[in-house]
């Protein structure tokens, strides 16, 4: 029963605190991707204690409380459509061959950029999303793309180091027994 309660209060302490980085990220005009990768990171241990299960449900509870809470929409889609990756990334790390991994890796994140500038522009009719997607030419929106995708690779990285921080140090702080 204690671990029970244990396994509740760290998952809602940590869904909460995602959820008042993504409300910074609404907040701060510069944290727009910044604070859902950071909210990302706070739910990592909650995959890596507790399986998959849990942590698809408290991203879940997490998405749907940023999309009726955070005031930027763009902040709220960028978790709802990649704040899965952390609990999606060891499986694809799992794929032996690197040309596999890596498309499947790149499919996410363009499959993400997609669907949460589509949202963005269609589902939400965002006022100033489309006069600033006006402004830019095309060169300039492939060059965005090609940024967002090494940011991908580099966020994949940090989330395997901070797995393995989080497994060599953290760990222990959390889980005295």
Wanted: proline residues 6%.
């Amino acid at each position: 029963m204690q671990e029970r309660s244990r396994r509740i209060a760290l998952c809602g302490m940590l869904a909460a605190l995602s959820v008042v980085i993504l409300l910074l990220g609404g907040i701060v005009p510069l944290a727009t991707f910044c604070c859902p990768i950071l909210a990302m990171v706070v739910l990592l241990p909650i995959h890596l204690e507790y399986g998959a299960r849990t942590g698809l449900t408290v991203y879940a509870a997490v998405s749907v409380l940023s999309m009726l809470l955070v005031p930027d929409p763009e902040v709220s889609l960028f978790f709802v459509f990649l704040g899965f990756y952390p609990i999606a990334q060891p499986r694809l790390n799992r794929i032996r061959h690197a040309a596999p991994r890596v498309l499947s890796k790149l499919l996410i994140c363009n499959a993400a950029i997609a669907g949460m500038y589509g949202c963005l522009l269609f589902l939400f009719r965002a006022p100033g999303a489309w006069e600033e997607f006006s402004r830019y030419s095309m060169p300039l929106l492939l060059m965005f793309l090609v940024t967002a995708n090494l940011t991908f690779f580099l966020l994949d990285i940090a989330l395997r180091r901070f797995s393995n921080i989080y497994r060599l140090r953290i760990r222990g702080l959390l889980f005295r027994r």
